[in-house]
């Protein structure tokens, strides 16, 4: 999350419209993912495909889907509303795990739940009637793909994630060719996309789309705050974007419900049995 919480950086470092720039990532992303995938494995894509045709190809469009609408919601709304509302990724991701592959979910996140989505609901309230409020709608669009992304990435572990990221970053260069302006596009807007997609982003998410293998969607989940903190620094002190009064308020409530949502209550007597 470290990793990927440069993203907002690089998007605002190349100030270009949102298409180019998607484009750029999505060529720059899609030759360094492939690269691991042909350095890490003898199989074929079509073979790797086959094996479960169906999740294969839904991670992939909700990975496009998810990179997309995050470039859009950073290039029309504050940084900090975006990683804000991303923050509420975790509680996102308990709840479709409860409803989609049985995980349970205590009391303690459903009370957490409820209060995520007032924390985002305040977000997204101090940008109604202004300009902003696309860019928070994507980044809830952004939420929405990534959470059942993890439920998927958990569910079928057997999908190759470099191969799958790597298609991913080509539907989205596909997807964006027609609009990009890429002839226009100054000298900064390649640097940032190129460093973007073909470092920080690959690592992030290969790691990050790893982790559900070992360890349970909410609390892989647990660690998506990290960016909420980390891109609102880099926000600060790179552009002196302040965030607003609705911003660190809806912040303060999202951080704190998902932390005592995912923590919260952990600690057990080692003695006593765990009901299963």
């Keep these: ?108 996140i459903a009370i957490a739940i409820a209060a995520t989505v007032a924390g985002v609901v305040v977000v997204v309230g101090g940008s109604v009637g202004s300009p902003t409020l696309d860019g928070d709608l994507l980044a809830l669009a952004a939420v929405a793909a990534v959470s059942f992304s993890l439920i998927l990435w958990r569910r079928h572990p057997m999908v190759d994630r470099p191969l799958a990221l790597a298609l991913s970053s080509a539907t989205l260069a596909l997807i964006t060719a027609p609009l990009a302006s890429v002839g226009s596009a100054p000298a900064r807007v390649v640097v940032a ?50 965030p607003t009064a609705p911003t660190v308020i809806g912040g303060v409530i999202v951080l704190a419900a998902v932390l005592w949502g995912t923590v919260g209550g952990r600690h057990r007597n080692p003695r006593r049995p765990v009901r299963r």
């Design 1 to 108: 999350m470290l990793l990927v919480s440069t993203d907002s950086y690089f998007i605002r470092r190349a100030d270009f419209d949102a298409w180019t720039i998607a484009f750029l990532f999505a060529v720059a992303s899609t030759i360094s993912l492939g690269l691991l995938f042909a350095v890490r494995t003898d199989a074929s894509p079509a073979t790797l495909v086959r094996r479960e045709p169906l999740p294969f190809v839904a991670i992939v469009v909700l990975s496009a889907l998810t990179q997309l609408a995050f470039v859009g919601a950073v290039n029309n709304t504050a940084v900090s509303n975006v990683v804000v509302i991303v923050a509420a990724t975790p509680i996102v991701s308990a709840g479709l795990a409860w409803a989609l592959l049985g995980e349970r979910v205590e009391r303690r």
């Design 193 to 242: 996309a190129g460093l973007m997609g073909l470092l920080f982003n690959p690592l992030g998410r290969i790691a990050y789309t790893t982790a559900p293998k070992y360890a349970p969607t909410a609390e892989v989940a647990l660690f998506t705050p990290i960016e909420t903190v980390a891109a609102t620094v880099w926000a600060w002190l790179f552009f002196s974007e302040r």
